[in-house]
């Protein structure tokens, strides 16, 4: 899995296609992270923590993620 902000989504999706992981799980944080403080960029933690916890000790792979966000749904 890997996270990124969500200005990258379709680069996100990109890469993970030509690496040969098309199903990787992607979880997206706000944007933009460059020139936040270190509370912002603590708070845009805080909004994916949970996903990144549920992502990383799943225990079955599932469909593609097409990326869940720290937007609330």
């Known amino acids: 899995m890997f ?4 200005e990258f989504v379709s680069a996100a999706v990109a890469q993970s296609v030509s690496l040969g992981f098309p199903t990787v ?3 997206y944080t706000p944007h933009p992270v ?3 403080t270190d509370d912002e960029m603590r708070a845009y ?4 923590f949970d ?3 549920a992502e ?6 599932t469909a593609a993620n097409p990326g869940a966000t720290g937007t609330p749904d």
């Open 3 to 6: 996270i990124a902000s969500e």
């Open 56 to 61: 990383v000790t799943a225990t079955e792979v």
């Open 51 to 53: 996903r990144v916890v």
């Open 25 to 27: 799980a992607r979880v």
């Open 45 to 48: 933690a805080d909004l994916v």
């Open 34 to 36: 460059q020139d936040r």
